[in-house]
């Protein structure tokens, strides 16, 4: 038997069904060791020594893989072609080799495809490798430096700034641009100028505009005329003008060339800009496309592999997309020669194939009836990129026109181009990002036209249009533009970019808001504390450098151990002298820093001074307290005045008082007080008081719910919830809508499904939450359930169903494993019987799967062990039951809606330990999204 270790379980399946009955596939989930969440994981003084750990999840796992390979004939580690998937393959071997289960015999081999299909899984096999030395390292130099970034730098923050979270290596750097982008916003003042357009009629017919350039001889800049006096008396020269005249016409031949193929950074950029999705959903998404999907009875991958900076195609793919071009579109869309591609991105390694579909062939409409509607989309979009790279270029004829008006006296353009052929313009345009201003360009589209125009022919004045505009802020970053910009700094990597995004929101550094990223004042305070006192590891050449040397070692051109020791000096120098920081210097610093953002200069009053304290006239400055940055009087203890960190928008008065909670009204039927307050995890709002111990009434604030704009008659309707939304058709038992811990969500017995950002708690309905509640995973697994039968002793209904842990069949709250290599579909009402019983015995029922439980005798527990969500998982792999593993299932049923990874719910438990949080803060740095 030969064994097969891959990521994810539906990768898992696929392949086994590829490779044949003497491959035995199993999935790791993603990594099975982490460098402890602790200080001394990595010990530099033991020349970068590393402690690894395996979680209590991956011991599972782990203990599966080990009793597979005791009896294996060949040891196939397949996990992805990157970096991080060769990463999980050396974790994986090194953990068997310390349980000492690898026999002498055993060959143990390394494959790596860039897509799952039948070909290239049978292709790799055949030609298996070694573990990739210069890889691993490359993941270790990553690994080591995003833990004494976050381990060392991120104690300094807490001790310094009271309130912060974390700091990395690359998260950092991406809050700097996000913050001194919203500087520049604040910073900038809008500049007022006009334009002047003509709208004439050429002497052939056909109306056209052309924009005022030159005026009494000299030329017009953008700021010609700036105010609505110089703009008044221009249109009136040209209302007084009696001959409009074109003096000249210049045509021209252009060309668009398509875009490359998807790399990672451009497929989250386009599907940000064309599909609404942000990062970490595309890359969930494009996940699942190249896993795979079944189609005709048989698993298909539908793309290539996704974390991939690389433009390029295989020759196979190119011959296939361009015989698709010729039959589709006609010989007159397809390039004489194939287009290569050369990718533009610093340090872009081109290791893998860009992101393209497996068999060009496969339309979008051929797979529209298996897919999702997200799949659906994105798998368009990354078909009608790949097909349009290969196709002819768009032609265009582009017209200047110059009308010279009274001679001298005024200069006039015109602009138009015209699309002579469609070229790939037939099949895909590439959208771009908002212009940081308005062009105010004329004709620049590529279907605007102009009519006939000749050199010395009149043409008639129509009217004379003036318009006044304001210069423009730069736009506030949006997830796409922030990849483009980390790519074209060189800093992060593809697998990274989604992981980072999502770090800064959970650490609420940053905010998004209508797609833009907004600086939250925590973000702000942790961008200028770091640029105060480790200004070199957040400057964006530093830290591209850095990533050029962490590359330099996967191409083994640098030893990964003398990085750590170059970097480690200079930056533990660097953390010691802060040790010496007194709370004064860095509140100074902060001060100075943030003034411009916390008291902004009204630009219609000079003399008004924003320091200026309401209650006494002293100067307000920023202060650091033991929950973070706040607004104070500098005459404390004299005058208490203090404020939140709220910057109000230049004249705007800064909001008065203190940060105390804010009372909304009273319960018009008990009169108890309902105040708005702000605890450790954001704003919420409570009924009444405690009383003898007795806790008040207590609801979370939704995110999108802004606290200024809260109303006494909105508190009600929260402080309400759960409220029932509807009955559900298929059982009448209740559907609620409600707020928990992990934010609003929707609950139909024990199926617990989040809300998204469009939904609100208080107003979803019957239809939406329906749909909610029946494509959540465990509804989608409850109806995939087959039926067996009539259970022929105590009636009731036998299904059988693949689940966490493997195929199984259920009577009741009883769940029993199927053997290994039984598919559900195969399971009979005889087989599964016994198993039940068996089952049962186990747990001390007497071999009866429902009565006991439903009695409600056994208060102990373990009657439970099969009914929660872990439990029924437990119970499925064969699990035997206990008061404890009854403990753990209760535990986790009241936790059922939040079904997140590891590195969540450690980053979630480091609040009270103030440890994990340093070493997750950057584990976007150095992990791939791995299933």
């Known amino acids: 038997m030969n064994v097969v270790i891959v990521e994810s379980p539906a990768k898992a399946r696929t392949i086994n069904k590829y490779l044949g009955r003497d491959f035995h596939v ?20 033991s020349d970068f020594e590393m402690d690894w750990e395996v979680d209590s999840q991956a011991e599972k796992r782990i203990k599966e893989i080990a009793s597979a390979v005791k009896g294996a004939d060949a040891l196939y580690l397949a996990t992805d072609p990157d970096r991080e998937g060769e990463a999980i393959s050396w974790h994986i071997l090194e953990e068997l080799r310390r349980r000492r289960v690898l026999g002498e015999n055993l060959a143990i081999r390394r494959v790596a495809f860039n897509a799952i299909t039948k070909s290239a899984i049978q292709e790799a096999f055949e030609q298996p490798r070694d573990l990739n030395r210069e890889l691993i390292e490359a993941y270790l130099a990553r690994r080591a430096l995003d833990y004494l970034v976050g381990f060392t730098l991120s104690p300094v923050l807490w001790r310094k700034l009271p309130g912060s979270k974390s700091a990395g ?129 048989e698993a298909v991958g539908l ?124 099949l895909y345009r590439e959208s771009r990002d908002e212009e940081s201003e308005s062009s105010d360009r004329s004709g620049t589209e590529d279907d605007k036209r102009l009519p006939p125009l000749k050199e010395g022919e009149p043409t008639q004045r129509d009217k004379i249009v003036e318009e006044q505009h304001f210069t423009q802020p730069p736009p506030r970053y949006s997830e ?81 151990k003398q990085v750590l020791r170059d970097f480690w000096e200079q930056f533990k120098t660097e953390v010691d002298r802060t040790k010496g920081l007194k709370m004064a210097d860095v509140i100074d610093a902060l001060d100075e820093e943030l003034g411009p953002h916390f008291f902004p200069a009204d630009p219609n009053d000079e003399t008004h001074e ?17 929950t973070g940055g706040f607004i104070g009087c500098g005459n404390y203890p004299e005058c208490k005045y203090t404020r939140p960190l709220i910057a109000p928008a230049p004249g705007e008065a800064p909001p008065e008082g203190d940060t105390g909670p804010k009372e909304l009204g009273a319960e018009p039927d008990t009169g108890e007080s309902i105040t708005l307050k702000k605890g450790p995890y954001g704003p919420y709002i409570q009924l009444g008081e405690a009383q003898k111990g007795k806790k008040p009434k207590r609801v979370s604030l939704p995110k999108d719910y802004d606290p200024a704009e809260l109303t006494l008659h909105r508190a009600l309707k929260l402080l309400e919830l759960p409220r029932e939304v509807c009955k559900h058709p298929s059982d009448g038992e209740p559907i609620l809508a409600g707020i928990g811990r992990y934010g609003p969500y929707v609950k139909h017995g024990s199926t617990y499904v989040s809300l998204g950002p469009d939904d609100d708690v208080l107003e979803i309905g019957q239809n939406r939450a329906v749909t909610l509640i029946d494509e959540s995973p465990k509804k989608k697994r409850q109806s995939n359930q087959i039926q067996l039968g009539e259970h022929p002793r105590e009636g009731g209904a036998v299904t059988a169903g693949q689940g966490r842990f493997g195929p199984y069949v259920k009577h009741g709250r009883l769940y029993a494993s199927l053997p290994k290599g039984t598919e559900p579909e195969s399971a009979t009402l005889e087989q599964a019987i016994p198993l039940l019983d068996e089952q049962a015995a186990k747990k001390g029922k007497g071999g009866k799967s429902t009565s006991t439980a439903k009695s409600g005798t056994a208060k102990s527990g373990t009657s439970k062990s099969g009914t929660g969500k872990s439990g029924t998982g437990k119970t499925a792999a064969g699990k035997t039951g206990s008061t404890k593993s009854a403990t753990k299932s209760s535990a986790s049923k009241n936790t059922t809606r939040k079904t997140t990874s590891k590195k969540t719910s450690s980053s979630k438990s480091s609040a009270s330990t103030g440890t994990t949080a340093a070493s997750g803060s950057d584990a976007a740095d150095s992990s791939s999204n791995q299933s």
């Not at 990597?493 to 939250?520: C, G, H, M, N, W």
């Not at 004042?521 to 450098?545: I, M, P």
């Open 26 to 45: 199993l999935a790791s989930y993603g990594h099975v060791r982490d460098l402890p969440s602790k200080d001394g994981s990595v010990r530099p003084d």
């Open 169 to 297: 290596r690359v998260q950092s750097v991406a809050l700097r641009l996000i913050c001194e982008r919203e500087a520049e916003i604040e910073a900038f003042r809008p500049q007022e100028y006009w334009t002047i357009d003509a709208h004439l009629t050429a002497q052939q017919g056909g109306q056209f505009t052309a924009r005022l350039t030159h005026l009494d001889g000299q030329r017009l800049d953008k700021f010609g005329l700036p105010n609505a006096q110089s703009a008044e008396a221009a249109k009136a020269k040209l209302e007084n003008a009696n001959d409009f005249k074109v003096a000249g016409v210049e045509r021209k031949q252009s060309k668009r060339n398509p875009q490359p193929p998807f790399t990672t950074s451009t497929l989250q950029q386009e599907a940000s800009r064309k599909l609404g999705f942000g990062a970490s959903r595309t890359m969930q998404v494009a996940q699942r496309l190249y896993e795979g999907v079944e189609m005709n009875g």
């Open 303 to 426: 793309i290539t592999y996704m974390r991939t900076d690389g433009v390029q195609i295989s020759q196979e793919a190119l011959t296939q997309t361009r015989d698709l071009v010729n039959r589709r579109f006609g010989s007159d869309y397809l390039p004489d020669k194939p287009r290569q591609y050369a990718t533009k991105a610093k340090n872009a390694q081109e290791a893998h194939e860009a992101i393209r579909p497996t068999d060009l062939f496969r339309t979008p409409e051929d797979v529209r009836s298996v897919l999702n509607d997200e799949a659906y989309k994105l798998y368009e979009l990354v078909w009608k990129r790949t097909v349009a790279s290969q196709m002819e270029s768009a032609r265009l004829d582009q017209v200047q026109a110059t009308i010279r008006v009274d001679y001298d006296l005024a200069q006039l353009r015109a602009n138009g181009s015209t699309v002579t052929f469609d070229g790939f313009y037939r």
């Open 480 to 560: 796409a533009s922030l990849v483009r910009r980390l790519e074209e700094l060189g800093i992060g990597r593809p697998s990274t970019y989604a992981s980072i995004l999502q770090v800064l929101q959970d650490r609420q550094y940053v905010k998004l808001d209508k797609r833009r990223f907004v600086p939250e004042d925590r973000g702000r305070l942790v961008t200028a504390f770091l640029s105060s006192f480790f200004d070199r590891y957040v400057e964006y050449d530093f830290t591209a450098k850095l990533e050029q040397q962490l590359d330099d070692i996967s191409g083994g051109k640098a030893d990964w």
């Open 610 to 626: 924003p320091r200026t304290c309401p209650n006494c006239g002293g100067r307000l400055g920023l202060k650091i307290g033991r």
